[in-house]
């Protein structure tokens, strides 16, 4: 469980498949991120009709509606949104380091008050771990310590120390969770623990190459891991800093590992960071986007309440095989927005995910062939060459 075979390499970028236990996910892979225990306006049954193989959720918003413990009375996150496939739950870390002037740090963990209720709550690397568990995704993350993009130098080293000491407590209290001491902590016969879930450990560092790799020796040195992700980039920094660091990463990381980037999921970010060596990546862009009424294509974005569509009768995507293309034109998708109907929410939100996982999977076929340095500067030059507005 949760080997890496990797099937073919060109340059930096890979093809694999991890296997988890509710399945194996081939990489490259893009997770869309159910924060709430739902992909913002689609169905399981859209998800799978996407493409995808992995579902993100997130344990600060879980936590705090309707709880873990109400998730563990209905079986865990699975049973509970009805997605039989892989899990992945990020720690909370980067929603709790976010909410800057509602929150306490400390060296035991970060106390908050919830966005929801104005109640005061504490998450911890050994909270973090239990709240996952309870929750039961194939991948649990490590409570991290995250910082502005554009942090200085003494903050991203606090950042890494700090979360190389809080990774250890993760690990610790995982490793208990794993031998049964959860059973005393869930009053419910409904929970069924996770068979096996791995925990990931994150690196920090900003935009510090030489921290990021302190960063990384750090966490190989605590001992074996299935996977490590790359965490506080897309967070404000410039683009070519955070290409610069994802460049030298892919350097040091071990091969053997599947390679998390986390938070990154606009189309061109996406094909640069699989051609400098990363496995997996997560964003709510591509529900985010649909529901102001951004399209992404291969031709660029296209804002579908825009007047110029109109009386358009082509489809949205004409290479795309998603509802939304098979279905309706950009005349009627337009009519939608302008009518403030759901619909149009819908069909945006699925057509973008659905637009990811073809483009990633259009990218892992382009290096099992041994082309995707030819593949990707094909399709950079299409999808940057034209304003669709």
């Known amino acids: 469980m949760f080997e890496f075979d990797i099937e073919a390499t060109d340059g930096p970028a890979r093809a694999g498949v991890w296997q988890l236990p509710h399945g194996a996910v081939p990489t490259p892979c893009f997770m869309p991120v159910g924060t709430q225990g739902t992909v913002k306006a689609l169905a399981p049954s859209d998800l799978a009709a996407s493409g995808a193989q992995i579902v993100l959720g997130n344990t600060y918003h879980l936590h705090l509606r309707p709880g873990e413990d109400l998730v563990a009375h209905f079986g865990g996150l699975h049973r509970f949104m009805a997605w039989p496939k892989p899990l992945l739950t990020d720690s909370g870390g980067f929603q709790v380091f976010s909410l800057e002037g509602i929150r306490r740090l400390t060296e035991e963990g970060v106390t908050f008050r919830s966005h929801i209720d104005g109640s005061e709550r504490f998450l911890s690397p050994e909270r973090a ?18 910082i502005p993009g554009q942090g200085s130098r003494s903050a991203a080293q606090d950042a890494v120390e700090r979360t190389q000491r809080w990774l250890e407590r993760c690990r610790e209290r995982h490793e208990q969770l794993a031998v049964g001491s959860w059973k005393s902590e869930v009053q419910t016969s409904n929970f069924q623990p996770p068979t096996v879930q791995t925990l990931v450990p994150i690196i920090q560092g900003a935009t510090f190459t030489d921290l990021r790799r302190e960063a990384l020796r750090g966490i190989l040195a605590t001992g074996d ?55 997996l990546a997560d964003c709510v862009a591509p529900t985010r986007m649909g529901r102001h009424g951004t399209a992404f294509t291969d031709d660029g974005q296209v804002n579908v309440p825009a007047a110029k569509w109109r009386e358009d009768e082509r489809p949205l995507d004409a290479d795309c095989d998603c509802e939304c293309c098979r279905t309706f034109s950009r005349g009627y998708l ?23 996982i073809r483009l990633v999977a259009r990218a892992r076929a382009a290096i099992v062939a041994g082309r995707f340095d030819a593949w990707s500067r094909e399709w950079l030059g299409r999808y940057s060459s034209r304003e669709q507005e």
């Not at 039961?136 to 995250?146: E, I, L, T, Y």
């Not at 980039?233 to 660091?245: C, I, R, T």
């Open 129 to 146: 771990m239990e709240v996952q568990w309870k929750l039961g995704a194939d991948v649990a993350m490590a409570f991290d310590h995250v």
């Open 225 to 279: 891991w299935h996977a490590l992700a790359v965490g506080g980039l897309s967070v404000g920094e410039p683009k070519d800093l955070m290409a610069q660091v994802l460049r030298d990463l892919q350097t040091v990381l071990p091969p053997a590992l599947p390679r998390y980037l986390m938070g990154v999921g606009f189309p061109a970010d996406l094909v640069a960071a699989i051609g400098m060596g990363m496995d």
């Open 334 to 356: 337009r009519h939608l927005f302008a009518a403030g109907e759901l619909l149009g929410v819908r069909m945006l939100s699925l057509h973008n995910v659905r637009y990811l």
